[in-house]
């Protein structure tokens, strides 16, 4: 049934809500298939000589949907981002020597991890014992370069998915 609205104050509450609520839906979808992805690429692979931190202050606790406003853009932008304070710092990490997201050199490169694990020349220089082991089983590509073919049209996909649920279709 169409929707009727008593004036374009109305109807332009009833839209902006709607576009927030598509918005919300489409950057959970894109976190956590992104978050599973992660799993399928980077937490795939062996383990090197280290423990794995995962959800709890690893690389995969980095990733996060930014809600700041971008108002030269719109205030409905949201971005997958990486946030390396969420991640546990080498001076804080006994049981790995403090070597947990830090480079070869003891140094932390927390804030470089995203382009450390996705190319296997930065891996090779900034990481310790073997670095990302997955980059070799999956001949080289980084998780950032295998998620990023597929991601226009997951992404249309998914906001067409979220705008039906309100019977809007696009052209």
């Not at 930014?66 to 049981?95: H, T």
């Not at 927390?110 to 073997?130: E, K, Q």
């Amino acid at each position: 049934m169409a929707k009727i609205f008593d004036n374009s104050t109305e109807m332009e509450s009833y839209f902006n809500k709607v576009i927030e609520e598509v918005i919300e839906a489409v950057s959970k979808d894109l976190l956590d298939d992104f978050l599973k992805h992660l799993d399928n690429t980077i937490y795939k692979a062996k383990p090197g000589e280290y423990s794995r931190y995962y959800k709890d202050g690893g690389f995969y606790a980095g990733w996060t949907i930014s809600e700041e406003a971008n108002k030269k853009i719109g205030d409905y932008v949201r971005s997958l981002i990486f946030d390396d304070n969420r991640l546990i710092a080498p001076q804080n990490d006994m049981i790995n020597s403090q070597m947990s997201h830090g480079g070869n050199d003891g140094s932390d490169i927390r804030h470089i991890m995203p382009m450390v694990l996705n190319n296997i020349a930065d891996n090779d220089f900034y990481s310790y014992n073997g670095g990302a082991l997955y980059l070799a089983e999956l001949n080289n590509e980084g998780y950032w370069d295998s998620y990023e073919k597929d991601l226009d049209r997951k992404v249309n996909r998914w906001f067409n998915q979220e705008l039906n649920k309100y019977g809007i279709k696009r052209g």
